[in-house]
């Protein structure tokens, strides 16, 4: 069953600890994101990986770190430098529509992290 | 940057009626403009989208319309179900900039649908 894992649903984080958010999928897809989101903000952009070994910063990458080992992998640190890090993450990937661009997002079930 | 902007931000109305959302954007060179809906406690999934080359595309329900000289876009859902009751989100992108969809999104907007 092809798809996008988000581990874990739910996550408790003390101030001052990082804390890692763990995303995989089996679709294939060449790029894959992560974005926040916050009640009326709609989505926002944390980072985002085109291929394996390249990642580039979204609208809102301070206090986040990102890795791109694997082209199934995409993990998400969020780090103590993140000022306001309770939130829901959602992690998504899309493949390149043939003869145009990227095209529709796959998203992750969102892992949710409540800092304490 | 791009900025979209999405009005109403919560939106109830009567089964089988009509609901219409809209989007503003900023950036004039975007050209895909998707619509995400998202069901309580689920993913956001795609349910229709449109390129800056057609001013209106439908799919049984819905549909959405662009008007790229005021730069906006809007999503008509007619005879509405109590299924449709979602969040439902905006985007816009230029599309495939080196690769990835980096998609801007609106705040969302809450549709209720009332029985």
């Known amino acids: 069953d092809g798809g996008i894992t988000q581990s874990p649903k739910y996550l408790f984080r003390k101030e001052g600890q990082n804390v890692t958010l763990s995303c995989e999928q089996n679709l294939n897809h060449d790029a894959m994101y992560w974005y926040r989101q916050d009640p009326g903000q709609g989505l926002r952009l944390i980072y985002y990986s085109q291929i394996v070994n390249d990642f580039q910063k979204g609208d809102i990458a301070e206090g986040y770190s990102v890795s791109r080992e694997k082209k199934e992998s995409f993990p998400l640190t969020v780090t103590s430098a993140q000022k306001n890090p309770t939130a829901f993450y959602l992690c998504?990937?899309?493949?390149?529509?043939?003869?145009?661009?990227?095209?529709?997002?796959?998203f992750g079930e969102g892992s949710r992290l409540t800092v304490l | 940057g791009e900025n979209v902007e999405q009005h109403p931000s919560t939106l109830s109305v009567q089964e089988g009626d009509s609901a219409v959302i809209k989007c503003t954007y900023s950036?004039?060179?975007?050209?895909?403009f998707p619509w995400y809906k998202q069901e309580l406690g689920k993913r956001p999934q795609l349910i229709i989208d449109i390129r800056s080359n057609v001013g209106e595309k439908k799919d049984q329900r819905i549909a959405v319309t662009l008007n790229k000289t005021a730069k906006h876009f809007s999503l008509h859902i007619t005879e509405t179900q109590p299924e449709d009751s979602a969040v439902y989100f905006c985007?816009?992108?230029?599309?495939?900039?080196?690769?990835?969809?980096?998609?801007?999104f609106g705040q969302g907007t809450r549709l209720t649908i009332n029985p």
């Open positions: 985007a816009a992108s230029r599309g495939g900039i080196q690769g990835a969809q980096k998609l801007v």
């Open positions: 998504a990937s899309s493949t390149p529509i043939a003869g145009g661009p990227n095209g529709e997002l796959f």
């Open positions: 950036d004039s060179a975007s050209n895909y």
